[in-house]
């Protein structure tokens, strides 16, 4: 208990101290737009100038280089200190916070240096930058100054206090003591109600930066415009690779029993005349390898939608996939009606693969599939309604990784397409829990 209690007063040290260094800041974060509001004050007295009799008149000259000075060079160095501003409290999120994400590159950039340098220093990040440098230095001044008032005046009113009363025992009157007295009683409680609003002050900032910072709408834009162009080509080679799996399955198999199929009858055409009784019997063969490649066909195709998913939905298609998996596999379906045809062709594919996975990489003995119908809670894709849920839970040796070639990259980008979301938990030894959000009207 002891040793929690000290921890926790140490945490509330430290969110103190970050606030402190957050008002400090703050009086830097506002420089950009104290340096716009200075240009705007010298556009409006030039404006106004002409029409008051006391000013005096300036040389075209001097009103040219003021006009640079104060149109082009503060605001350039506005944007530049917001910029930097927006530096510096990127590396405090992730000094203090753990808090990391690199700028996202701008896949629509010119190359021109002129326009680049110009888009830097005037352009709409610019902008946006200044708009962030002010609305974190104002909270930084209103919010964070408000706490360290209130802890560090209180402590020191405390101090304070404590010193005159031992002033007042000493030189002082009985009657003396009231002031002090309220004083530190009134020091210490300002500086608790401090401390107990450091977590929240720190919590909202963290928040305000965080949208500010990562989730700008530009942000989000060009990182999703990145995103899809890794998808892409990563779905380019599924997809070449698919169609050679397709070729060579159709090769090895359906076209050699074709091949079969074709010279059996030929063999038996040939002795219709002469031989009819094995010519009969060739005919029967023919028909036993038309059914074997039959079936072959109904393999390949499986692979790419199964007429069950067509005609009776993904309740009726996953106990289809799960028996042809090689590990008991138990399917709980709670859909009270079908999903769109595309949902539940992602989901059906999401969980084929997934198996496959299993039975390859994690050496599970039991495997759990199962799909429901969930509340959106999340704003992602910007489409209402609800969710598809695929859940596929193995107890195999876990540690499931992208990069190792369990084709998880090829899952995530098939329900990324549309707008879903794919997690994967896999600590080693405990198992794999892989669940997709599908729109249920995707």
């Known amino acids: 208990m002891a040793e929690a209690y000290g921890a926790t007063w140490r945490v509330r040290l430290v969110e103190v101290l970050y606030l402190m260094t957050s008002l400090a800041l703050a009086l830097f974060y506002l420089v950009p737009a104290f340096t716009l509001i200075v240009s705007a004050t010298w556009v409006g007295s030039a404006l106004t100038a002409p029409w008051l009799p006391d000013v005096p008149r300036r040389e075209p000259l001097h009103l040219a280089e003021d006009a640079v000075t104060f149109l082009l ?20 999120l992730d000094h203090v916070f753990g808090i990391v994400e690199t700028s996202p590159p701008d896949p629509l950039a010119d190359d021109n240096p002129l326009l680049r340098a110009s888009r830097f220093l005037l352009g709409r990040d610019a902008w946006s930058a200044v708009v962030y440098s002010t609305v974190a230095g104002v909270h930084g001044l209103l919010a964070a100054g408000a706490v360290v008032v209130l802890v560090v005046c209180g402590g020191a009113t405390a101090v304070g206090a404590l010193i005159g009363i031992v002033f007042v025992l000493v030189q002082g009157t009985p009657g003396d003591l009231v ?7 009134a020091g210490p409680l300002c500086a608790l109600v401090g401390l107990r609003l450091a977590p929240t002050i720190v919590a909202t900032e963290v928040l305000l930066h965080r949208m500010l910072l990562f989730e700008a709408p530009e942000v989000r834009i060009r990182r999703r415009l990145v995103h899809v162009q890794d998808s892409r080509l990563r779905m380019v080679d599924a997809a070449e690779s698919e169609r050679r799996r397709i070729e060579r399955d159709l090769h090895d198999g359906a076209q050699q029993r074709l091949l079969a199929l074709s010279m059996t009858l030929t063999r038996a055409r040939s002795r219709v005349g002469t031989d009819p009784d094995t010519a009969l019997e060739l005919i029967t063969e023919a028909q036993r390898e038309s059914r074997e490649v039959m079936d072959e066909l109904r393999q390949v195709a499986r692979g790419l939608h199964p007429r069950v998913l067509t005609d009776h939905g993904l309740g009726a298609a996953l106990p289809v996939a799960a028996g042809r998996a090689p590990v008991p596999v138990r399917v709980d379906v709670e859909l009270p009606e079908r999903p769109s045809p595309r949902a539940e062709g992602v ?7 997934a198996l496959t996975n299993i039975a390859k990489h994690a050496g599970a003995t039991r495997i759990t599939v199962a799909a429901e119908r969930v509340p959106r809670t999340s704003r992602r894709g910007g489409r209402g309604g609800d969710l598809l849920r695929l859940t596929v839970t193995d107890d195999g040796a876990g540690g499931a990784d992208p990069e190792s070639g369990t084709g998880l990259y090829g899952l995530w980008d098939r329900v990324d397409a549309v707008d879903g979301t794919l997690t994967v938990h896999s600590p080693s030894g405990e198992g794999t829990v892989l669940t997709a959000d599908i729109p249920w009207e995707a």
């Open 347 to 353: 989901a059906y594919y999401v969980a084929c693969e």
């Open 179 to 185: 002031g002090p007295l309220v004083l530190v009683v």
């Open 73 to 92: 060079g503060f605001p350039a160095a506005a944007t530049l200190l917001a910029r930097l501003a927006c530096r510096v409290q990127r590396n405090r």
